[in-house]
């Protein structure tokens, strides 16, 4: 099973920059269908940004041009960059992963948009 490890929430303000990781271990790496997914208080959770093996992106709407999602094979980590932050993008994300048919999550991290 893949493990997931998130790191790089935070408080910022709106306007203001983070970037998540995710380094994950448990698999071939490179072949990981990546992504990303944050939950708001009250709200379902919702697919942020994805990456596939061979680095095809995908956003949802409410982020395009704001959020970049990357990877780096070799530390098998996935990457948030999160620009120009405001408050709706407050919740907690979840780095996700796809290897060999199973899903795996991580444990979140929280990102608090302050007005």
């Known amino acids: 099973q893949v493990q997931l490890v998130e790191s790089g929430g935070g408080l910022v303000q709106v306007g203001g920059s983070l970037r998540l990781s995710c380094a994950a271990s448990g698999s071939i790496f490179r072949l990981n269908f990546m992504g990303w997914y944050r939950q708001a208080p009250g709200k379902q959770r919702e697919l942020v940004a994805t990456?596939?093996?061979?680095?095809?992106?995908n956003y949802v709407d409410s982020v395009k041009g704001r959020f970049t999602i990357s990877r780096d094979n070799v530390k098998n980590t996935v990457y948030l960059q999160m620009n120009s932050l405001k408050p709706d993008d407050t919740a907690v994300y979840y780095c996700?992963?796809?290897?060999?048919?199973?899903?795996?999550w991580g444990q979140g991290t929280q990102v608090t948009v302050s007005s």
């Open positions: 990456i596939t093996s061979d680095d095809s992106t």
């Open positions: 996700y992963s796809r290897f060999a048919g199973l899903n795996s």
